[in-house]
């Protein structure tokens, strides 16, 4: 049965359709798995019982002739989509033993369309983070160890680091992700393995727990790009109850997936080249721009000037949202409570102690570090100097990309600057973190489609993943150029089984 | 000009005054939920997962809200501004599930307006004055904390959390407790009229943040303070007066104004400091990113526009070129409810002038006795039109007028009827009148002989008795042409 496991959401679809296994099968394959990983830590809650509910669903519409797109695919479920009657945390104390009573809408789209939950995965507290070091739950594992002789537990990335790392242990065949600034991108590139950030209101943020509203966008991560177009496309859509979700029809994204990129043009930014980047990072990109031009793409040298400002003003923006948006965990109507008995001089606790005791316990140390920066940035006499001027960048920042794609129809860069780290390396260095997101951010910033796929394996024998940047609702060429990427590639390397 | 003073130990203080005003919009949802407004209900029976903030819930702005606002600012003749924006205030409070109001503080959707209230020279204003409008946003309300319901906790209702208000925010124009009660109450009329707000301030679907400051007459604006959540136009009224005073005496005894906000206590008929300026919060306004910014089109303002009703100073310009007294027109367009019943009165053929009379005096009076509004008048316009429509055609003299009204307010018959039935006609049957004018006459010999003598004031006398003698009935133009007559 292992062998199920190993097949992608269009393998295991057609398969399906085509009377090959049964749904069930499946479920209980990944299940098993998912099961057999807890080293891993990649999820917070497993729901086997769910996944085969809709397997057995999935059986019977085959049978009654009427399947839908994602019939008998069972994937995972980021634990910051809030899911009817399944805990849903966001990897925080805040809302542990938190149970919806609602579904959000991408993952309403996800079940409409057929598809399983396998369970609920683990992330970065509040989806603050690029290692998923930050989980109340503690950090997920990378299934990848550097082929070094040694042991070093990974990072999978983060936020979506139990997406990123279940989708690579092959525990599901595919996962939800949120992308606020790289979260999708990076954790893929991380664990060699594909995800897409659409464009900003592609998909509904209704029922997912807010980071940074304006950045915050859902997205598939997935084994490769035909699988990421079958999942946006179910996740994607206009909703009525997010004022900013695109009123635009859903492309049919696979039917369309060709890695013929004739008369296409490609951008390569020359900002991105950092020096004393890890020289692999280099030869990756250069090996990805020769298979672009392989592809028939005509290759350009493009200029957006203000990306050095890119991560500046996101770890600006970012944080003063948050600040706002997580000001609703107050202890008062649902989450964590934690009311004293006295207050700090001995009398009766009020509602400010409430409010003290429970925000210290509930939430972690990055998060408090972001709600610190984002109540800083806009606090009276500081506005101006932070937040209005990251705003000013943010602007500029977009019209970088306008300008270049004028001359170009998708950008080709790295997806982070590094191979994936080790745990630990990182979390005493909160600026060498947010470095992490360097090539990421500004595609975030201006609400650009993006999506990174496995490239080429480092010197120590980990992932490293490509970005393209496309143009505004304009997937199709992303998903093309990394169709063409993914074919040259070759890329097939695995992580080995120790969990 | 207001002449209204403070009168200190040093001399005379000017009051300066301007008043932010919150009117809760008429809808049926929530600014960015679809929960219920109803008010009275049950606590949290009203509160979506928006209103409650729950995880990953987003706030959607409701058309109808954006709508009323912006007929309101019409309605005002104020900018209304195509672009504006939404943002947060924020700041922790139990009633406030989000952790911030969503509100507009950079951008409101509606700009300078004015307001004109009439003249009063009882009240002190003698002629119209026109009160700046700063601006109107809209924004949240807050939910309802209760006290009163454990000994130890706090309950909370969020009934509230989430509805929505315009925040109506005058110049500081007013210069007396008279001028600011006159402008709630027009400002109250004019919502009312729009059918953007009820107006209804025991409900707390209106009031009022005052804003009061004291200066030497000329000088500069002195430091103000913030008395909140007034909600009554008394009250209002009250809090000016007696601030104003606090204001002068606090600084001829050698303290100084702090701005801080206060709170008014009705029982005690005082204000007392809720805290400083020094306590103020840092409330980190900035744009919701959960929002776009609203944009308003053609389509959307033409119809914002046509569909205003005829305003309380257009009907009153109308009424008095009508004929109608400037008190009559006052008293009808001082109420919508009231308007538009004299409305549908003239629609119905009354004519202006005697309707405005009959309206103002007679209907008004029975409804007082009868402690009713004309919402629950037991006489429809259509029937008074009738009645007024007999008197005007000489069916029936304006006295048997006032007969048939209480009849018919006994008994809801129709007035032709009443007067058929009862036999009220009016008549100009001469034969008849002249018969009783000669028995009065004769009966009445020495009144003649004086009245002959130059004592003309008599001829009412006269009238009089033949009018009684004739049961009221008698045409009183004819009555008098066939005195003239007879008295030769």
């Known amino acids: ?499 | 000009m207001s002449d209204y003073r403070i009168k200190g130990e040093t001399g005379e203080w000017e009051v300066v005054i301007g008043l932010e005003v919150h009117a809760q919009i008429t809808t049926n949802a929530k600014l960015f939920s679809s929960a219920a407004t109803a008010f009275g209900a049950e606590p949290n029976t009203q509160v979506s997962l928006v209103d409650a903030a729950m995880p990953g819930m987003l706030p959607v702005p409701n058309r109808e809200c954006i709508r009323q606002a912006v007929r309101t600012g019409m309605a005002i003749e104020a900018q209304i501004n195509r672009w504006s924006r939404f943002d947060r205030k924020n700041y922790f409070y139990a009633d406030l599930p989000q952790g911030y109001q969503i509100s507009q503080l950079y951008h409101p959707l509606v700009g300078e307006g004015a307001i004109t209230v009439e003249a009063d020279e009882k009240a002190g204003i003698p002629e119209p004055k026109v009160i700046g409008v700063e601006r109107i946003h809209v924004e949240q309300d807050a939910g309802k904390l209760m006290h009163d319901q454990h000994p130890t906790m706090s309950y909370v209702d969020l009934n509230r959390s989430g509805v929505a208000l315009m925040e109506i925010v005058s110049k500081p124009d007013m210069r007396s407790p008279a001028e600011a009660g006159a402008y709630v109450r027009k400002l109250r009329a004019i919502l009312r009229y729009v059918g953007s707000c009820d107006g209804n301030m025991e409900e707390g679907s209106m009031r009022a943040d005052v804003n009061v400051s004291v200066r030497r007459p000329g000088d500069e604006f002195g430091t103000r303070t913030e008395t909140k959540n007034v909600n009554s136009v008394r009250f209002v009224m009250a809090v000016i007066e007696g601030e104003a005073k606090r204001q002068v005496e606090l600084i001829e005894s050698g303290g100084t104004v702090v701005q801080e906000t206060r709170l008014y206590d009705p029982d005690r008929n005082e204000t007392r400091s809720m805290r400083s300026k020094e306590d103020a919060h840092d409330y980190r306004y900035f744009p919701d990113p959960d929002l776009l910014p609203l944009e308003l089109d053609d389509d959307f303002l033409v119809e914002c526009r046509e569909s205003l009703p005829e305003l309380p100073d257009a009907k009153r310009d109308r009424y008095l070129a009508l004929g109608i007294s400037p008190y009559n027109a006052d008293v009808l367009t001082a109420e919508v409810e009231a308007a538009r019943w004299f409305d549908t009165l003239l629609d119905a053929g009354a004519k202006p002038v005697a309707a405005a009379n009959w309206v103002t005096s007679e209907l008004f009076g029975a409804l007082n006795r009868m402690g009713r509004d004309l919402t629950d008048s037991p006489v429809s316009p259509q029937q008074a039109a009738e009645l007024l429509g007999l008197v005007a055609d000489g069916t029936i003299s304006g006295t048997i007028a006032k007969q048939v009204f209480e009849k018919m307010l006994e008994s809801g018959g129709g007035a032709a009827e009443i007067v058929e039935r009862d036999g009220l006609k009016q008549t100009s049957d001469t034969g008849a009148i002249e018969a009783e004018i000669a028995k009065i006459l004769a009966a009445n010999a020495d009144k003649v002989e004086q009245y002959k003598g130059g004592k003309e004031a008599l001829f009412g006398f006269f009238v009089g008795q033949t009018m009684k003698a004739m049961q009221g009935k008698a045409n009183p133009q004819v009555v008098n042409e066939l005195l003239k007559k007879a008295l030769g």
Request: overall charge negative; charged content about 20%; some cysteine.
């Open chain 1, 1 to 499: 049965m292992t062998e199920l496991t190993n097949l992608t959401v269009a393998q295991i679809r057609d398969g399906h359709r085509a009377g090959d296994f049964s749904a069930v099968e499946v479920a209980e394959a990944f299940s098993a798995n998912v099961a057999g990983a807890k080293a891993l830590n990649a999820f917070i809650v497993e729901t086997p019982e769910h996944a085969l509910e809709a397997a057995k669903q999935a059986d019977a519409d085959r049978a009654a002739g009427t399947l839908k797109p994602l019939s008998g695919v069972p994937i995972g479920m980021k634990d910051l989509f809030c899911t009817d009657g399944v805990q849903t945390t966001a990897a925080s104390h805040m809302l542990e033993g938190f149970i919806p009573r609602y579904e959000s809408t991408v993952s309403q789209k996800l079940w409409d369309a057929g598809a399983g939950m396998l369970g609920k995965l683990n992330l970065d507290q509040f989806a603050m983070g690029s290692s998923n070091e930050t989980s109340y739950f503690g950090n997920v594992i990378s299934p990848w160890r550097r082929k070094d002789g040694g042991n070093a537990a990974l990072a999978p990335g983060g936020s979506s680091g139990g997406s990123s790392t279940a989708i690579a242990a092959r525990l599901c065949p595919a996962a939800t992700g949120t992308d606020t600034g790289g979260s999708i991108r990076q954790p893929a590139a991380f664990t060699g393995i594909s995800g897409i950030k659409p464009t900003y209101g592609r998909c509904s943020r209704w029922g997912i727990v807010a980071f940074a509203s304006s950045l915050d966008q859902a997205g598939p991560m997935a084994r490769d790009v035909r699988d990421c177009a079958i999942m946006l496309e179910n996740m994607a859509g206009f909703d009525a109850k997010d004022a900013t979700s695109l009123n635009l029809p859903v492309p049919d994204w696979e039917a369309a997936l060709s890695s013929d990129l004739k008369g296409k043009t490609v951008g390569i930014p020359k900002e991105y080249r950092l020096e004393g980047i890890d020289p692999d990072i280099d030869a990756m990109w250069d090996a990805g721009i020769a298979m672009l031009k392989d592809a028939g793409a005509a290759v350009v040298e493009i200029s957006l000037p203000h990306t050095k400002y890119a991560l500046p003003a996101y770890y600006i923006i970012a944080p003063a949202e948050a600040s706002s948006n997580l000001a609703r965990y107050d202890g008062v109507r649902y989450g964590l409570r934690d009311l004293p008995a006295k207050n700090s001089s001995g009398g009766g606790a009020g509602l400010q102690d409430m409010y003290a005791a429970t925000r210290a316990e509930g939430f972690g140390p990055e998060v408090k570090r972001r709600i610190m920066i984002g109540t800083y940035v806009l606090s009276a006499g500081f506005y101006d100097a932070y937040y209005t001027q990251a705003q000013k960048v943010r602007t500029l920042i977009a019209r970088d990309f306008e300008q270049a794609f004028a001359s170009c129809d998708v950008i080709l860069a790295p997806t982070a600057p590094s191979a994936a780290f080790g745990l630990g390396e990182k979390m005493a260095d909160p600026l060498a973190m947010y470095l992490n997101d360097v090539f990421a951010v500004p595609a975030s910033l201006a609400g650009l489609p993006a999506m990174s796929v496995p490239a080429a394996l480092n010197r120590e024998g980990l992932p490293l993943g490509l970005q393209i940047i496309g143009k505004a609702f304009d997937e199709q060429s992303v998903l093309n150029a990394g169709l063409a990427i993914e074919e040259r590639a070759g890329f097939n390397a695995r992580a080995e089984k120790w969990w």
